[in-house]
T-cell receptor, first 115, second 112 residues
Framework: DAGITQSPRHKVTETGTPVTLRCHQTENHRYMYWYRQDPGHGLRLIHYSYGVKDTDKGEVSDGYSVSRSKTEDFLLTLESATSSQTSVYFC??????????????FGQGTRLTVV | GENVEQHPSTLSVQEGDSAVIKCTYSDSASNYFPWYKQELGKRPQLIIDIRSNVGEKKDQRIAVTLNKTAKHFSLHITETQPEDSAVYFCAAQGGGADGLTFGKGTHLIIQP
């Protein structure tokens, strides 16, 4: 499982509340990613990080922020949760070797419900 | 940005037959094309990948082909088995740290 742990695994929250999801890795990978998965949409990139304090936006970044203060932790925050953010969230890591991407390993996922 | 189209959305085949899933991509700079299998309630897991300097790659019953000129790549599963039933996703990625762009997925059903 490439040493990736997501927490919490399940969460129900109310509209308008802030929510933070955590991704923790134990193998010192430089690149980390947050995706959301929704029926009919596949997986879509929210934000990614290429090092401590180095992050960038993905395809569906509106309403989300991220932080990476340590190599091992990548946090995803929903600043004010909305029902459209009900989804399954996956964290992933990938390794670059010689400038070429290698496989992405995914965490177990976090099922978030906004009511 | 990159756009990946995947077809079909659902594929039903008889056990023992072959299954083919096709994807097209839009960004000619993309150079890495993985395929993921996702069982219900589980995380996506890589089953095979191909890079743009290779035309075909095989791993037992699974093969992937890539046509860079036409910007399409395909997954071939031969001698399908019940445990092949799952959702399969293709993806594309350029060089560097950019994340993967996924297709919308194919639900593969293996009929006994």
């Amino acid at each position: 499982d490439a040493g990736i742990t997501q927490s919490p695994r399940h969460k129900v929250t109310e509209t308008g509340t802030p929510v933070t999801l955590r991704c923790h890795q134990t193998e010192n990978h430089r690149y980390m990613y947050w995706y959301r998965q929704d029926p009919g949409h596949g997986l879509r990139l929210i934000h990614y990080s290429y090092g401590v304090k180095d992050t960038d936006k993905g395809e569906v970044s509106d309403g989300y922020s991220v932080s990476r203060s340590k190599t091992e932790d990548f946090l995803l925050t929903l600043e004010s949760a909305t029902s459209s953010q009900t989804s399954v969230y996956f964290c992933a890591i990938s390794r670059l070797q010689g400038g070429s991407n290698t496989e992405a390993f995914f965490g177990q996922g976090t099922r978030l419900t906004v009511v | 940005g990159e756009n990946v189209e995947q077809h079909p959305s659902t594929l039903s085949v008889q056990e023992g037959d072959s299954a083919v899933i096709k994807c097209t991509y839009s960004d000619s700079a993309s150079n890495y094309f993985p395929w993921y299998k996702q069982e219900l309630g589980k995380r996506p897991q890589l089953i095979i990948d191909i890079r743009s300097n290779v035309g075909e790659k095989k791993d037992q019953r699974i093969a992937v082909t890539l046509n860079k000129t036409a910007k399409h790549f395909s997954l071939h599963i031969t001698e399908t088995q019940p445990e092949d039933s799952a959702v399969y996703f293709c993806a594309a990625q350029g060089g560097g740290a950019d994340g993967l762009t996924f297709g919308k997925g194919t639900h593969l059903i293996i009929q006994p």
